[in-house]
């Protein structure tokens, strides 16, 4: 009898757990945001909208990509992600495990052929391939990258210094703006706020003799996106946040635009600087 019992509330409890379990995962919503160049929709599969598949759609309602969460909120991708052309065939897919890549990444030409294929180990790509439309191997470069100003960041850096060298704030001071950088490699100013110590002027004269970028690329493609400027101020000095050391407690984070988690394809520009 005292068995007979204690089986009756385990099993109690593992229905409470399952019961649990369902309540959670068993709610689905969807959420749609729409963007100048996109739009997204979310598709949350329990109540505490970790787990989701994420859809990513041009102007005209054709869908450009589609990722899986495992946490939405935290950006932790899990399973496969997708991108599409514009008559919906596969156009690249990779797997991830806790946001990392892990396995097999493929990308495809129009008319279905293999393209490029690299295996990943716990995110460490492991080898690495490109093939031309006969299936000849060609020499190998990277599926995409952010936009870099020439000769990376500490010149960046030593070029902002050189044109806010007389800017002396008593005490730390942060400021940020954000560049256009485009295709062609020209950037432009996109976004800024008003400060006591950074004038529009400036910002003008930083982005007028500022050198010509390497642009974001998307499989060989250059495309244009924002880059976030992150400014510190101390002691007669300007530092690029992200590479500020030595600042004790301070926080050394480095602040990134919002973008989807999942690169699409290249958006057309609508702007130039001339």
């Known amino acids: ?11 109690w409890l593992l229905a409470g757990e399952a019961n649990a ?3 959670d995962t ?9 963007f100048s160049t996109h739009d997204e929709e979310v598709t949350f599969y329990d109540k505490k909208k970790r787990f989701a598949t994420l859809r ?35 156009y690249w897919i990779a797997d991830y495990k806790n946001n990392e890549k892990f396995g097999e990444f493929k990308v495809y030409y129009p008319d279905g052929s293999i393209k490029r294929r690299e295996w990943y180990r716990n995110g460490m790509r492991k080898d690495k391939h490109c093939y031309d439309l006969d299936g000849n191997e060609v020499e190998f470069y990277e599926f995409s990258g952010e936009p870099m100003f020439r000769g990376g960041e500490y010149a960046l850096q030593g070029y902002l210094r050189k044109k806010l060298k007389d800017i002396s704030p008593t005490a730390t001071e942060f400021y940020s703006f954000v560049l256009l950088v485009q295709a062609d490699s020209v950037a432009t100013l996109h976004t800024f706020k008003n400060s006591s110590f950074v004038t529009l002027q400036q910002l003008a004269d930083i982005i007028k003799d500022m050198p010509r970028w390497i642009p974001a690329h998307f499989d060989g493609v250059p495309s244009d996106r924002l880059y976030a400027v ?29 973008t989807p988690p999942t690169t699409p394809p290249p958006f057309p520009t609508t702007r130039r600087r001339q």
């Not at 309602?61 to 008559?87: M, V």
């Open 56 to 90: 990513i759609y041009d102007k005209s309602g054709l869908l450009l990509t589609e990722t899986n969460f495992k946490d939405y909120k935290e950006g932790i991708r899990q399973g496969f992600s997708k991108g599409f052309y514009p008559n919906g065939d596969l």
């Open 26 to 34: 068993v709610a689905t919503t969807v959420q749609r945001k729409s």
């Open 1 to 11: 009898m005292k068995i007979f019992i204690i089986c009756l509330g385990f099993c």
């Open 21 to 23: 379990f369902l309540a």
């Open 230 to 258: 992150n400014l510190m101020f101390r002691s007669g000095n300007v530092y690029l946040t992200n590479l500020a050391t030595n600042m004790g407690n301070m926080a050394q984070t480095k602040k990134q635009i919002p």
